[in-house]
């Protein structure tokens, strides 16, 4: 068959493309004017979400699990008590391998006692058995293409312009597919509001220049938080994507986390 | 004595082996008996109109004499099917934003929709239609509060000339040509809420709504056999032996598919080994081992298996009182093993951390809203609405 290709189709299809590229911003912004008049979120109301790009990092390397940043979430955002956790940080322990065994190593051990807020038991095994020891804190992974956000009957969880994935809390359900969803362990069901609950990174204080209560007390600087769309080359967090090689969670799963990590072992999940 | 009752409660809480993410180290699975239940009263429900479809769409006429308890059946379990979803929602009171702003990539959402149109456009209009006569003769020859239900059921249309009862059975007829996709839609949904779930290796599966589909017919075929039974039995009638062999082998049939496909399902899984396989072996091993190895796999299916097998092969060698026995068995076992198959997934699907790095454990409690009780409620109500609606719906000559 002959493929004809007429003027009028090619134009056509060319203007097509143009309104297309034309209406995207278009349809962005409308998207973003009719979540902030729809949806209850901590921002100020002078808040503009479409001028940020709001990320954190995490180098695992400076962290020393002194466990202020899951204590400092907690008491920022009201978190229940027992275990209900917008952030945590994670004790690996690796073993060397038994001696002739023909491994490279030995045993993967996690624990994480209440959050890692009261600090971690002795290593269960003695000093000198340990091959690796290294802290992990955990926190939304704001995903791009969030299974949380995906699964949301209502759509009370959405991800918000400035990056942050949010939960409307007079909107939810609290039907619990959204905690189900989540690959990293990221949400839960609040025994208070009886609505899911998870990071917003602090919402109600990055929208007024703040950072997030975690990155505020952490004493070395392990989480790096910082807003994409107006940083300088020398702010921490673009830092730390040019002096690190990064890794993201479960990255088989396609949810394409945005918050990376660097100088961690391929064990943590 | 205070003591020795408080070691009991300590002994009760979550044990945890291995290490579980903080949020999931919660004292019940966040889906526990409600959620269990859900996907089992509405497997009950497609299969049964699956059962009714055989005859109307089929034209199996051995059938007959269960169409329409198998249609009531369908029709009482499906007015019960969003109560345990409902009553396991945070805030029940938002559920109609499911309706009025759902979330088009949620398959939760759809449900909603699935649901209101499987009750409303397939089921009830079917039933209407199906008793539209029969609800003018009652409702002419019938006394009293009964009688002035049965004229409310007409709503007003009393034309009951050959051409109009013609254009009824045709109506049904189409109707239930559109009721067998949609009964595969409402519960082929149900296995995609949880099929969908990629972070939970022993859900996201493309398989699952496949395997919700053909486990909810031999749930729904088993269901009406059970009740053919017990009605017959209770108003002292005798089984029409025909119509209960037939069922028996649609059941037996029902099954090979069923257990077939959920057996490629584990084959897969072995012989893949993907990331989760360690912990889903531990689980199939230990933690689920009574009602994955023992209900689901030797009661609920294997020995239903033997006992139609043997009656599709060597039918009229056995004696009619021990078939009806056999039939009655088989399908009470399938009923049964579901039950444990529903659990499994949506129990089993939450005794492992998503770290993979452990299990946590469940004992569950007899009180409260997510109790044995509260469970056994639900799961009888069904039994109740359809009790109801037998009485209304369906005389005793009408059952011959």
């Excluded at chain 1, 609290?174 to 602090?202: D, H, M, N």
Aim: net charge positive; hydrophobic share 45%.
């Amino acid at each position: 068959m002959k493929n004809h290709l007429s003027r009028r189709s090619v134009i056509g299809r060319l203007s097509a493309a143009v309104a297309g590229v034309l209406a995207a911003p278009v349809a962005k912004a409308a998207k973003a004017v009719a979540q902030k008049v729809l949806v209850t979120t901590d921002a100020p109301k002078d808040y503009d979400p479409t001028k940020h790009k709001w990320v954190m990092a995490i180098d695992a390397n400076r962290c020393i699990g002194c466990g202020f940043c899951a204590e400092a979430c907690k008491k920022e955002n009201h978190v229940p008590e027992g275990p209900y956790f917008r952030t945590w940080v994670e004790r690996y322990i690796i073993t060397k391998p038994k001696p002739g065994s023909g491994a490279a190593r030995g045993e993967t051990l996690v624990d994480c006692p209440n959050g890692g807020i009261n600090g971690y038991p002795e290593a269960p095994v003695p000093k000198e058995e340990i091959q690796h020891s290294f802290f992990v804190p955990k926190l939304c992974n704001l995903c791009q293409h969030s299974p949380c956000v995906q699964v949301c009957p209502v759509g009370a969880t959405f991800d918000a312009p400035d990056g942050a994935v949010l939960i409307d809390p007079k909107y939810c359900i609290g039907c619990g597919f959204c905690i189900q969803a989540c690959p990293y362990g990221c949400r839960f069901l609040s025994p208070v509001t009886k609505t899911a609950e998870k990071c917003t990174l602090c919402y109600h204080r990055i929208t007024r220049g703040l950072k997030p209560a975690c990155v505020e007390v952490c004493p070395t600087q392990a989480r790096i938080f910082g807003d994409l769309t107006n940083a300088k080359p020398e702010d921490p967090i673009l830092q730390f994507y040019q002096n690190n090689l990064v890794t993201a969670l479960k990255p088989h799963l396609g949810t394409e986390p945005r918050l990376f990590y660097a100088g961690i072992d391929k064990e943590v999940r | 004595m205070t003591n020795e009752l408080t070691n009991l409660v300590v002994e009760v809480m979550p044990r945890f082996e291995g290490y579980v993410y903080p949020n999931e180290a919660t004292q019940q699975p966040l889906w526990s008996i409600l959620i269990v239940l859900y996907p089992y009263i509405t497997g009950l429900v497609a299969g049964a109109f699956i059962m009714a479809s055989l005859v109307r769409v089929f034209n199996v006429k051995a059938l007959e004499p269960v169409y329409r308890l198998s249609l009531l059946t369908a029709f009482a379990f499906l007015l019960c099917a969003p109560l345990p979803l409902l009553f396991h929602l945070g805030h029940p009171e938002r559920c109609f934003e499911v309706m009025m702003t759902p979330h088009l990539t949620s398959p939760m959402a759809i449900f909603g929709f699935v649901y209101a149109w499987y009750l409303m456009a397939v089921l009830l209009l079917e039933l209407w239609f199906d008793y539209r006569r029969d609800f003018v003769a009652w409702s002419e020859s019938t006394p009293g509060f009964k009688g002035l239900l049965y004229r409310l059921f007409t709503v007003g249309v009393t034309d009951v000339s050959a051409p109009a009862v013609q254009l009824d059975h045709k109506i049904g007829h189409i109707l239930s040509v559109v009721g067998i996709p949609s009964a595969f839609l409402l519960h082929g949904y149900v296995g995609f809420i949880f099929g969908s779930v990629k972070a939970n290796p022993w859900w996201g599966n493309v398989l699952m709504p496949i395997i919700f589909i053909m486990s909810a017919m031999v749930s729904g075929i088993a269901l009406c056999v059970f009740n053919y039974m017990v009605l017959t039995w209770i108003r002292r009638k005798t089984v029409d032996m025909k119509c209960l062999d037939v069922m028996g082998m649609y059941l037996f049939y029902a099954l090979v598919v069923d257990t077939a496909i959920e057996g490629l399902d584990w084959i897969h899984r072995i012989y893949s080994a993907e990331e989760g396989f360690r912990v889903i072996q531990y689980m199939a091993r230990e933690k689920l081992f009574y009602t994955l190895s023992l209900g689901q796999v030797a009661c609920g299916t294997l020995v239903p298996l033997i006992l139609l097998g043997l009656l599709q092969l060597a039918r009229r060698r056995v004696p009619e009182l021990a078939r009806r026995r056999m039939y009655f068995v088989g399908a009470s076992l399938i009923l049964m093993g579901v039950l444990a198959m529903r659990w499994n997934v949506v129990i089993g699907g939450q005794l492992f951390s998503k770290s993979l790095r452990g299990v946590m454990g469940y004992k569950m409690g007899f009180a409260g809203l997510e109790g044995w009780f509260m469970g056994a409620v639900l799961l009888c109500l069904p039994f109740v609405v359809l009790t109801v609606m037998v009485k209304l719906f369906l005389s005793e000559h009408d059952q011959k």
